[in-house]
């Protein structure tokens, strides 16, 4: 069946692959799990072992952009206020304040020290899924 199961793995793009890992690594709360020397970085972490790679920018396809902008990937948090202001206080700079989307959604952004968007989001969709795995 061509289902569509979920993200397998977001990437970031950075000219300082080394400096982004740990940045990142700050972010997550853990190391990463997979590298390729000087190319590749990858973190397994959160509720369902999502990946995020780390990808040096030399690797980019061609015509992707250097400056961040485009699809934004939102990551689910419990307290978006908290979680914003703990990734503006590691350096992360707030590109959007927490808005209310309206039917209990909520969604921010900043943009990472290597030009990269974060999305965060309230996600009471993401909450109900969580609840009814752990049942």
Do not use: C
């Not at 940045?23 to 190391?31: D, F, M, Q, T």
């Not at 980019?60 to 990937?73: I, L």
């Amino acid at each position: 069946m061509g289902m569509l199961r979920g993200f397998a793995t977001i990437n970031y793009w950075t000219d300082d692959l080394a400096a982004a890992s740990a940045w990142y690594a700050k972010v997550l709360g853990v190391e990463p799990y997979f590298e390729v020397p000087g190319g590749y970085i990858e973190f397994r972490f959160g509720d369902y072992q999502q990946e995020l790679g780390l990808v040096n920018r030399a690797f980019a396809p061609e015509g992707v952009p250097t400056t961040a902008g485009g699809v934004v990937a939102y990551w689910h948090t419990d307290d978006i206020e908290g979680e914003v202001a703990r990734l503006v206080e590691l350096g992360a700079t707030l590109r959007e304040a927490p808005r209310d989307r309206g039917k209990g959604f909520v969604t921010a952004t900043v943009t990472d020290p290597f030009d990269n968007i974060l999305g965060l989001m309230y996600n009471p969709h993401y909450r109900d899924v969580l609840a009814g795995r752990n049942q």
